[in-house]
């Protein structure tokens, strides 16, 4: 919580409630116009490169873009260790500084900041999230930016629900709660990571996020974050890399239904370093058959591209 002025923080925190419950009440929003545009979106289609593998090949020759993610440490080793903690104005302004001109698009990753839970919880987090914001930008004007993961909240289970079930709707409310971060970033990238086998779960998980995304964002572009390993919450399979269906599948339809895709990964938990690239890999040549379908043939490098 930021210290100093104590009646500024009570004005702020009340707009951003008086904000978050005008969002709200507007529940009459047609969610099947949402979903025609995720169907029918006519704006080009970005892959972006948020891999960390070491030795990794220059990936613009794919046709595939930079991308600029900044993670909490990036600000200081020890502010997030305590979720009341906002990290040091000075930190960001200084990494927001030093990011300018590595790519156009910057992701703030901060996730210990809870969104969910009593109104006072949420209109914190809100704030600190609008305060780091205010800070990046006015550093780095030129980036356009946005939160990892949010919005909208990532929930597997209730995203994939029936539209009518207390659980959905509870999910879309509490999206709307944070309508203040909605209004402020200019791009969504949800996270559409692998928690099980279960291919079909896992695409109409990831339709309801985009279609969520659609909703609050009113035409702000989705860049949804994929990765070709599972998750490693999954005690079994936490790791391993995915079937070349399933990651063609979750390329396919990140492309069907939203503005662009952010490839993550390449870190290798066991050694706490980036892993080493694979230029044989499976995922890389779904990715790179996926990417000549993407690109013109003008704009992709044959001399790389087999």
Known sequence: MIRGNRARWVLVAGGLCCMAARFACDTAFDRSSARAESLLNPKTFIVFDGTLYAEKPDLSAFGIQPITIVYAGKFGSDWHKKSEHLPAKEAVQRVAREAQGTSSFAVIDIEHWALRGSSEVVTDSLQKYLMVLEWFRKSAPDFSVGYYGIPPLRDYWRAIKDHTTQDYISWV?????????????????????????????????????????????????????????????????????????????????????????????????KSNRPAKWDDNARWWKVTKDFMKTELAPDQLNKKHVQ
């Open 173 to 269: 409310n509490e999206n709307d709660a944070i309508a203040p971060l909605t209004t402020a970033v200019d791009n969504f990238y949800p996270s559409l990571y692998t928690f099980y086998p279960d291919q079909d779960g896992w695409k109409r998980y990831a339709m309801a996020q985009i279609e969520e995304a659609r909703r609050v964002g009113k035409g702000k572009p989705v860049y949804v974050f994929l990765w070709p390993q599972y998750h490693d919450s999954n005690r079994l399979l936490g790791g391993r890399y995915l079937p070349e269906d399933f990651w063609q599948l979750e390329l396919e339809t990140a492309r069907q239904f939203a503005d662009g895709v952010v490839i993550w990964g390449g870190w290798d938990p």
